[in-house]
């Protein structure tokens, strides 16, 4: 993990061994904020026992906070804990998908993973989502709807925007 983030945002030392190991945790996302943040998110599940965390790191991967997460039961479903964005500005800023299939939920921090809000939810799934350059949240939800939230604004579904699968 280590390795990969450090040749990513282009480290000039030498690459060690992160301390973001464990044997007992499935490791599902890994975001690089773009611009100044420098952050690296990262999300780990254990759904067995219906646990995920979200880490954080500001020093290319060297060290990371770790931050549990509350995950809400999905009777016997396995609940998913995916980062979707990390703010280009601020290091402390992530949007965090959560839930099983088809019961979407986007979480925001704005403290560096110590705690989480929920901003939007839906009866079905985030496929994808983006930051534009006014701090505004674009989501694809399945359907190959897009959903916009402009910063700090309520979540609405754009009506003339095209049929996608993603966004870049």
């Not at 110590?114 to 939007?120: A, C, G, I, M, R």
């Amino acid at each position: 993990c280590s390795v990969i983030i450090q040749n990513f945002i282009g480290l000039d030392k030498d690459v060690s061994e992160t301390d973001l190991v464990f044997d007992d945790r499935v490791f599902r996302t890994i975001r690089f904020a773009r611009g100044s943040a420098n952050a690296v998110w990262v999300t780990a599940v254990r759904y067995d026992t219906e646990e995920a965390w979200v880490y954080r790191s500001v020093d290319g991967g060297t060290s990371w906070s770790e931050h549990p997460i509350e995950v809400r039961s999905a009777g016997g479903m396995d609940v998913f804990v995916d980062v979707l964005v990390a703010d280009a500005g601020d290091p402390d800023t992530a949007w965090v998908v959560m839930g099983p299939f088809l019961d979407d939920r986007l979480l925001k921090t704005t403290d560096g993973g110590e705690s989480f809000s929920e901003v939007y939810a839906l009866d079905g799934d985030i496929v994808d989502g983006a930051q534009d350059a006014e701090g505004g949240i674009w989501l694809v939800i399945n359907g190959g709807h897009v959903v916009y939230g402009p910063e700090d604004g309520e979540f609405e579904q754009v009506e003339d925007a095209p049929l996608s699968v993603g966004v870049q």
